[in-house]
């Protein structure tokens, strides 16, 4: 199957600061890539929709000024988390299409603010 | 709208004896479904899907799965389950036009040896 890495897989930081997140889809190109965010032991909460050379759209509830995202290439998308707080502290996963039906997902990066 | 209802949080059994986790699904128009599973720590590996066909999927790991359309199921299934299937699994709809997919709330399994 097609492969998507994530980069970092963990990072700590202080809070107010930001952290970027990159995902990569390695062996196919992706107009869209998805960013979720999962809680321990929970399901995935989609938070946006990256497509490539426009705007991401995001999901209700998401505040767009502080997840930035940034889809410049046909293989790479970028989450910022802006000012970062202790509550985002979480995990975040990319996911994105083949060229078929399913949707591949990234290992996960584990955000944790202090 | 769409929605993935998994009925179980918890799914034990003995090593060597079949698995099944439980997915129904509601979705406008034509389903296509998939089964995820995830590792500690991991994001989600691909296990198997159906978009149309065989209502019977073989995917990965030895896994499959039986789409119904009358009980708008599709459950997952492996005849003999090994502890290394220890994980926490996700069934995933979309329509046949969305390319969002709508997860259920997932299912751990544990195997005991």
């Known amino acids: 199957g097609a492969v998507v890495s994530q980069h970092p897989s963990r990072v700590i930081c202080k809070s107010g600061t930001s952290v970027k997140i990159e995902c990569r889809s390695l062996d196919f190109q992706a107009t869209t890539m998805f960013w979720y965010r999962q809680f321990p032991k929970q399901s995935l909460m989609l938070m946006a929709t990256?497509?490539?050379?426009?705007?991401?759209?995001?999901e209700q509830g998401v505040e767009k000024d502080k997840f930035l995202i940034n889809h410049a290439s046909l293989t790479l998308s970028t989450l910022t988390v802006t000012s970062a707080h202790p509550e985002d502290s979480s995990f975040y996963i990319c996911s994105a299409y083949d060229a078929g039906e399913t949707q591949y997902f990234g290992p996960g990066t584990r955000l944790l603010v202090l | 709208a769409q929605s993935v209802a998994q009925p179980e949080d918890q799914v034990n059994v003995a090593e060597g004896n079949p698995l099944t986790v439980k997915c129904t699904y509601s979705v406008s128009g034509n389903p296509y479904l998939f089964w995820y599973v995830q590792y500690p720590n991991r994001g989600l590996q691909f296990l198997l899907k159906y978009i149309t066909g065989d209502n019977l999927v073989k995917g990965s790991y030895g896994f499959e799965a039986e789409f119904n359309k009358s009980q708008t199921s599709f459950h997952l299934k492996k005849p003999s389950a090994l502890v290394s299937d220890s994980a926490l699994y996700f069934c995933?709809?979309?329509?046949?036009?969305?390319?969002?997919?709508?997860f259920g709330a997932g299912t751990t399994v544990t195997v005991r040896a």
């Open positions: 995933a709809v979309r329509g046949a036009n969305d390319y969002k997919l709508s």
């Open positions: 990256s497509n490539e050379g426009s705007k991401a759209t995001y």
